[in-house]
Each structure stands twice: as C-alpha cells, then as structure tokens.
C-alpha cells in the first residue's frame, strides 16, 4: 500500500514537472522578457530571444533527462549486484551447510581415516566461513569430551598416546583462526595424556579435572585458563604462557616448567614439589596461596630472600 502511494506521488510529480517544462517551452520568453517581446506580429528580432530561450531550455531538459537516465541506470546495477551478491552469498550458505552436514557425518563415523576426513573438513569450514568458526569450535571441543571422557572415579589404563583422530581434533583446536569468542572452550574431565599440544592457542580454556599427564605444553597459550584439579605430572610447560591462569589443586610434580610464564598466575593448593626448572624469579611473578607445594630449593631460595 505505501509503495503504491509513493509510485503514484512519483507519477504526479513528473506529469506537474512536463507540464511545467511545456509551459515554460512556450511562454518561457514573455514572462522572462515581456516587456520587450510583442506578443503579436513579432519582429526578427523578437524571434532571435525566443528562438535562443527555447534552445536553451531544450539543452537543458536534454540533459536533465540524461542525468535522470543516468542515476536510474546506476540505481538498478547497484540493485541488480546487491541482489547477485545475496544470491551468491545464500549459494554459498547452502555449500557450505552441505559441507557441514557431511562433516558431521564423518565425525560420527568408526573409521579413524573418516572421522579425521571430517575433522580437517570442519577445519576448511572455520577458516572458510568466520560465521561458522564458533559452531566448528564447540563441535570439535564436544567430540573431544565425547571421546576421551573420564570421572573423577576413572580407573585409567597405563598411560597411552590420544587415538588419532583425538589428536587431530585437539591440534585443529590449537590453531584455529584468532578470532573473539564469547565462551571458553571446555575440555574439562577429558583424558589427554601424552597429548601434543606444543605451541597451542588455549586462551581461557577449562581444564578442570582433565589429565594432562607427559602432555607436550611447550610455548601452548593458556592464559587465564582455568585449571582445577587437573593432573600435568611429567608434562612438558616449557616457555608455555600461564599468564592469569588458575591452577587450583593442580598435580605438577615432576613437570618441566623451564621459562615458563607464570605472571598472574594464581596458584591454590598446587604440588609443584618436584616440578622440574622452576625458579624464584618465575614464582615471584605468581600469586602464592595456601597449600601450595614449591621444589625445597624454591622454598629455601625464598625463605633466605625474607629473612
């Protein structure tokens, strides 16, 4: 209805303005120069103002109709790329839902080759589609926690490599594209012994609860990770970033933390008794509170400082 009214404004506007433009075309030189026109028996002279009025006037209108032309023309190839670039971009929806679909699908699959062809094509996808990169995320962390699960009461097997498709879900994780995310990626009560996760981006991850041990940490990104009750016996720290992390209840005995980054950290009830390459200066960055274990030379280093 309003469309209808506007196209009908529109109309009545150009029949006023051709009327005008008429009107103007034949009276145009009386009223402009009535005082030296005759309106009758017109002389050479009369017939050379008027011829030149309306010539003008025309030459005007020609190229009022040229613009007008011209806008119209550039209006409708905008509309007509816009509405290219909707369709193109609705196409391309539609692959990449396919693509989705069938990556799913793998990932389901009890194959290992299948379910690592599905991991790397969700991988394509988050790179390929920003909009997707959160979805891919939480997918890969579920598929993760849904294949290496534990509970607090797990009798876990001897120590063991993650399955490979495991592994591959866990390094596509760790190099997604650096993007902001509303949320933490969650791998809490997760069994990720022996895991090679060196140089992974894990900002903010959770980690309660999971089991880390022998796990590659070296240069990872954790900060501000929150790491409650989680087991990194053995795992290798080196130079990884723990800034504003928070390791409450953590097992580190016997981990290599050589340069590791500990600015901020908040460290609660945590055993680092014989954590491996950890000096004063490293703890001295930290935040100590209660019941947290330290290497004996550590704690006399920091005893002989305060005294």
Known sequence: MRRSRTRAL???LLAAAFVGYALLLWQGPWWLDGDRLRPRDLQPADGVVITGFRTTLVALGAGAVAGAGLYYTDRTLRHTRDRDR???ELARDG???GRYVEAIKLLASERTVE???GIYALERIMRDSAKDHLTVVEVLAAFVRDQVSVSPDT????????????QAALTVLGRRPPLEEPFRIDLRRTDLRGADLQDARLERIRLGGAHLERAN???AHLEGAWLRDTFLGGAWLDRAHLEGAVLRGCDL???SLKQTHLAGARLVDADLSTAVGLTPDQVAEAVLEAGTKLPPAVTASRMRATS
């Open 10 to 12: 529109v109309l009545a």
């Open 86 to 88: 909707e369709q193109a």
């Open 217 to 219: 940490l070296i240069g």
């Open 155 to 166: 009798e876990l097997a001897p120590t063991r490599l993650p399955e490979e498709s495991v």
């Open 95 to 97: 692959q990449v839902t």
């Open 253 to 255: 005995r016997g981990a």
């Open 115 to 117: 379910r690592l062809g």
